[in-house]
């Protein structure tokens, strides 16, 4: 019986340590796509209309993520819910490149699949996490 709550406890410390990382990677993200788009938009191409509300999409998942990971007990089910979310974005950073509705530059297509990727790995790396509490 030790070995399983050391097993669960040790399993709660990864997940929020992984769900703090991500926290921190969509406020820094978020961060720079609001404070500073005027800053990226010639390296990115997405202008103030999508980096803007992008950015504040991010800042509220990075808040939602700390509120999550900082909760006493875990939650499966807040777990489940960062998995379909982050499933979501996904999607969505794999597939905004192609849709022609931003004129982005090669930059904005590499930091937007890289995000992708890492918005991927995330919820591969949440999911697993969720599994075991």
């Known amino acids: 019986m ?6 669960a406890t040790a399993a709660e ?12 990677a969509c406020a820094a993200f978020g961060l720079l ?31 939602a993520l700390a509120l999550v990971a900082g909760y006493p007990n875990l939650v499966r089910g807040q777990v489940i819910g960062v998995v379909v979310n ?18 982005l530059t090669i930059g904005g297509y590499i930091v937007l699949l890289g995000g992708a990727a890492l918005v991927a790995l995330f919820t591969v ?9």
């Open 86 to 103: 982050n499933a979501l974005a996904t999607i969505a950073f794999a597939v905004l490149p192609f849709t022609g509705l931003v004129d």
């Open 13 to 24: 410390t990864r997940l929020r340590s992984v769900l703090r990382l991500d926290a921190a």
């Open 33 to 63: 796509m609001t404070a500073g788009f005027a800053l990226v938009d010639p390296l990115l191409g997405l202008g103030p209309a999508w980096a803007v509300p992008l950015g504040v999409y991010l800042l509220g998942c990075a808040v």
């Open 125 to 133: 790396l949440e999911a697993a996490g969720a599994a075991r509490i």
């Open 2 to 7: 030790t070995t399983t709550a050391l097993t």
